[in-house]
């Protein structure tokens, strides 16, 4: 039955499909030298000549492939008898193509994907358990160069099913200089964007308090999210049974319903692109928007200043709750492999190594790595207030469940986000609830078939 799920996730889940805590002391990174010292003994135990296929996606700029591609081939300094062949998987069809080659039995040895991917497979005993490397930082006294979240969060049944590469977090954005001119405050509740949003409304007929995507892969994520991150979690229970139909998820359906009614947000936001709401706060016809932590660059890469635009830290949720909405993404090595130690000691160097994909192949999200963090380019960085904010109180919309589930990739391929979110826009109050009940049952008959 779990090969046929993967199948049928395949049809289910869209080829776009994205992504998509404790404080841990910083420890010395780990260098190339100390890497190479780490795996030296295993690869000389076998000197036979062993080729790995690592599929990756592209993270960054147009730079980073390249950049990705040459530190996974400069492995061939640490083990001269392992030759290591990158491939650059587009994102437009990557659910398709990993679905494709696991069915065919033409897996990569190791891998990054969508966020839940690891998960995904895990389900089909399609993953490999990278404990062996979590061991090894242990002893080498580096694993705390990572939060514990995010750690145990790829703890599932007992496997590692990936190491931590980067952490995306949802974000919203005010125009500082309007706050400034209106005498707005920094928002710190939802009442405060509501009242915040008045104000910026006032400047035109035009202009409009907040401005977010819900169509489109990736897009909806104000629901499940950003507000149901914040509030606590909203699909699950800590158990990881399916709850939907609960105190928060009205509470967010209310309040972005009178965004709504009193005119705050774009009129048709429902059927909105995030490129259309992010083009739209750009041009100074927004107060404020929610994007990702990767869209500040983008700002100012348009010509914004930072005495325009600034990061709203975590806000506090209605019921006191102040998270903040963050997709982990991992690296992960296929059960299949006819070469799983040499992948996983590879995995683990290139890992250790990574600083290269920020510093030159520009990569967007905020590292995993405690050390990384700390190089000179986030001091000024696009990304510093939210490593400083909402780092530290990261959860997943899978919370109050810790790890990582299979039917993560269910929720995101279904595009439940949107159809909440959209349904709170437009529906009515008994609508929205069948709705919600609908998701539930839906989603907990995944859940028996998948996490159990």
């Avoid at 494709?100 to 990569?108: E, I, K, L």
Wanted: glycine letters at 8%.
């Amino acid at each position: 039955m779990k090969k046929t799920m993967v199948g049928a996730m395949a049809l289910a889940l869209s080829a776009a499909m994205l992504l998509t805590a404790c404080t841990a002391q910083q420890s010395s990174p780990p260098t190339g030298s100390t890497a190479a010292e780490n795996t030296s003994s295993a690869v000389q135990e076998n000197t036979e000549p062993v080729t790995l296929a690592f599929w990756d996606m592209n993270w960054g700029s147009s730079n980073y492939p390249a950049a990705a591609e040459a530190l996974a081939k400069k492995y061939t300094e640490v083990a001269s008898n392992v030759t290591v062949n990158y491939t650059s998987v587009p994102w437009g069809n990557w659910f398709e193509t990993y679905s494709t080659a696991v069915a065919s039995n033409g897996a990569p040895d190791v891998a990054t994907g969508g966020g839940y991917m690891p998960f995904q497979f895990a389900a089909s005993n399609e993953t490999a358990d990278l404990k062996w490397i979590y061991d090894e930082w242990k002893k080498e006294g580096t694993l705390d160069d990572f939060l514990e979240d995010d750690i145990e969060y790829w703890n599932w049944k007992g496997k590692y099913l990936a190491i931590p590469s980067d952490k995306d977090f949802r974000t919203m954005f005010i125009r500082k200089d309007w706050m400034e001119e209106d005498g707005v405050s920094m928002p710190k509740t939802w009442d405060d964007v509501y009242e915040a949003a008045k104000v910026f409304d006032r400047r035109g007929s035009d202009v409009y308090g907040l401005s977010h995507g819900v169509t489109g892969s990736g897009n909806g994520m104000v629901f499940m999210h950003f507000l149901g991150a914040n509030y606590g979690g909203i699909l699950y229970d800590k158990d990881g049974n399916a709850t939907v139909d609960t105190e928060g998820t009205y509470v967010i359906q209310k309040f972005l319903r009178k965004l709504k009614d009193e005119k705050l947000v774009p009129e048709g936001i429902e059927n909105y692109q995030g490129e259309d709401a992010s083009k739209l706060f750009g041009a100074g016809k927004a107060g404020m928007f929610i994007g990702n932590n990767s869209h500040l660059r983008d700002f100012y890469t348009a010509g914004m200043t930072k005495d325009q635009i600034s990061v709203v830290p975590p806000l506090t949720a209605p019921n006191g709750n102040s998270y903040s909405a963050v997709s982990r993404n991992g690296q992960m090595v296929f059960e299949a492999s006819a070469n799983k130690q040499t992948a996983m000691e590879f995995l683990k160097w290139f890992n250790e190594n990574s600083e290269i994909l920020w510093t030159e192949g520009e990569r967007n999200n905020i590292p995993a790595r405690i050390s990384i963090q700390n190089n000179d380019m986030f001091k000024d960085d696009f990304r510093t207030e939210v490593i400083k904010t909402y780092a530290p109180v990261g959860h997943q919309f899978l919370w109050p469940v810790t790890h990582g589930i299979p039917t993560g990739s269910y929720v995101e391929g279904q595009k439940i986000d949107m159809q909440m979110l959209q349904g709170a826009y437009t529906m009515s109050d008994d609508d929205f609830k069948a709705l919600c009940l609908k998701i539930k049952a839906d989603l907990q008959e995944n859940i028996d078939n998948m996490d159990q």
